[in-house]
């Protein structure tokens, strides 16, 4: 088996040299990373992945929870190690319906009679500085109704924080990102989501020429602004919707959310001349820090004349 291993490798070495294949390899899960250099000061991130019984973070429930306990360098954002690994399951309460057991194979006796140890939950995060999910948006409403002990950490999303299309990267699904390194995974597990994760933060990026993880730690400290159009008018939908606003139904408005004070600048004259043509109109501007980012729970809000 060794030597036919070894026979495969020399075989995708060979195909690599030439310009017409590419190779992908299995993501093995690791635990080293980098080595760590005497005097470094090491900061504790935890990756996190859910496998829940819908979309509906209020009627639906986490029935996997994986996440990675890893050390890694504030200052050059390098990963160090991987310090502990949870993966458990937990019993919805009711039927996994067939059409959500298809995209993560995880079955009603799969769950049966189990329970996430809430305990444990609470112990793997101490000391946490950071969550990273990929999607955080969906996942930290789930986990925060599961477990209040997610509202205290800081949170980065890995698909929205790093600038995946100014790195000349076509798409930020994790399973792309991972192809473009070369590998590939089983994905849709939660642990085995992580792991990908994980090798993801490890990564260079093109342009910037530094770890993934870098990029996310440096939007931790940033505001982030979520805009409210209110009273735009109903013909400005499709030009909404094309710079990337959102329908709120509930408040009945589009919705943007913006990373820095430049962009929220940018944003509210970009209104003013193209939705509301120059008219006198009102915003709302909702501030959420790294505590209520990603979070569906409010942050603090102000209305803005512009």
């Known amino acids: 088996m060794t030597q036919h291993l070894h026979d495969h490798e020399r075989w995708a070495q060979a195909l690599e040299q030439h310009p017409d294949y590419r190779i992908l390899r299995r993501l093995v899960p690791r635990v080293h990373y980098e080595d760590v250099a005497p005097g470094t000061t090491l900061m504790k991130g935890v990756v996190l992945d859910t496998e829940t019984t819908g979309l509906s973070s209020q009627q639906d429930r986490v029935i996997e929870l994986g996440m990675l306990l890893f050390e890694f360098d504030p200052v050059s954002g390098v990963v160090h190690r991987v310090v502990e690994v949870f993966d458990e399951l937990e019993d919805p309460g009711f039927p996994i319906p067939p059409e959500v057991t298809a995209i993560h194979h995880i079955t ?6 189990k329970r996430i140890d809430d305990a444990r939950v609470e112990h793997f995060l101490r000391d946490v500085q950071v969550v990273v999910a990929h999607n ?3 996942d930290r409403p789930f ?10 950490l800081a949170w980065a999303c890995s698909v929205k924080d790093v600038p995946w299309k100014e790195e000349g990267f076509g798409s930020a699904k994790l399973e792309y990102l991972l ?12 642990e085995t989501d992580c792991h990908a994760l994980l090798e993801l933060l490890s990564r260079r990026l093109p342009q910037r020429q530094q770890p993934v993880l870098l990029s996310l730690l440096e939007t931790l400290n940033q505001a982030q602004f979520k805009l409210y159009a209110l009273g735009s008018p109903f013909e400005s939908k499709d030009l909404l919707k094309q710079r990337g606003y959102r329908w709120s139904p509930e408040l009945r408005c589009w919705t943007r959310l913006l990373s820095t004070q430049e ?5 509210t004259h970009w209104l003013r001349r193209r939705v509301y043509g120059e008219r006198k109109a009102v915003v709302e501007i909702e501030s959420l820090g790294g505590t209520i980012r990603y979070s569906q729970r409010g942050g603090q809000r102000e209305t803005r004349a512009i």
């Open 108 to 113: 009603d006796d799969m769950v049966q009679g």
């Open 136 to 138: 955080a948006a969906f």
């Open 143 to 152: 986990v925060e109704n599961r477990w209040p002990v997610f509202e205290q």
């Open 263 to 267: 962009q929220l600048q940018e944003e």
């Open 179 to 190: 192809q473009t390194q070369g590998l590939f995974y089983e994905a849709h597990r939660a």
